[in-house]
């Protein structure tokens, strides 16, 4: 099992930038794929991004590619996403997730480990 915990979310403006991190505890960190999840109000959880257990691969949502940067130090089991130019519709619980494999998929039902969540709003 692997333990996930989320910090870093809250309250932006448009325009704003937050950086959410995820530490992981359980079981060796560093032959996990990562990733991170985000459910808006309403609507179903979906795909941000994920990096492979290396560091070597990474994967972003159209809507969030060229804002947001995912990284992760297995140093630290460590786990981090960096998200700048919010913009309201970037409003969500947003989820750390790990993968078995060594790379991750889309498709939340293939993650195995999940965080708590941490809100991130960002006002008009």
């Known amino acids: 099992q692997v333990q996930l915990v989320e910090s870093g979310g809250g309250l932006v403006q448009t325009g704003g930038s937050l950086r959410l991190s995820c530490v992981g505890s359980?079981?060796?960190?560093?032959?996990?794929?990562m990733g991170w999840f985000r459910q808006p109000p309403g609507k179903e959880r979906e795909f941000v991004a994920s990096i492979s257990a290396s560091a070597g691969i990474v994967d972003y949502a159209d809507s969030v590619r060229d804002r947001f940067t995912i990284s992760r130090d297995n140093a630290k089991d460590m786990v981090y996403l960096e998200m700048s130019t919010l913009r309201p519709e970037d409003t969500a619980v947003y989820y750390c997730a790990g993968n078995n494999g060594v790379i991750g998929g889309r498709d939340p039902a293939y993650w195995n480990y999940w965080g708590q969540g941490t809100q991130v709003t960002v006002s008009s």
């Open positions: 359980g079981r060796t960190f560093s032959r996990y794929a």
